[in-house]
Nanobody, 123 residues
Framework: QVQLVESGGGSVHAGGSLRLSCAVYGHTGSTYSMAWFRQSPGKEREGVAMRLSDGRTRVADSVRGRFTISQDNAKNTLYLQMNSLEPEDTDMYYC?????????????????WGQGTQVTVSS
């Protein structure tokens, strides 16, 4: 069973940076997708960035140029480096994994989810 554990959230001022981590347990297989999503209460879950196991990535327009997704295969850990944070980035951030091979940010395509880590950006 795959388990995803996020960490690294916190509170920062606008313009600051955070790096989120997602530790992956029970991983098998070499073809998969990993992604970061975010969600506020009452809103739909929004795809932020994703990475295929071959290294290709896709980043949402709303965060392009500010957020970077990466992965350390030796540590089985996915990262999201977030720079130039804005109050609009305040959300719960979730890590997700899928066994598909699509450059998709559609949350319905992902099979496994972490519990989330809160990011709060003050102005």
């Amino acid at each position: 069973q795959v388990q995803l554990v996020e960490s690294g959230g916190g509170s920062v001022h606008a313009g600051g940076s955070l790096r989120l981590s997602c530790a992956v347990y029970g991983h098998t297989g070499s073809t998969y997708s990993m992604a970061w999503f975010r969600q506020s209460p009452g809103k739909e879950r929004e795809g932020v960035a994703m990475r295929l196991s071959d290294g290709r990535t896709r980043v949402a327009d709303s965060v392009r140029g500010r957020f970077t997704i990466s992965q350390d295969n030796a540590k089985n850990t996915l990262y999201l480096q977030m720079n130039s944070l804005e109050p609009e980035d305040t959300d719960m951030y979730y890590c997700a994994k899928a066994w598909n091979w699509d450059l998709t940010l559609n949350p319905n395509k992902y099979n496994y989810w972490g519990q989330g880590t809160q990011v709060t950006v003050s102005s």
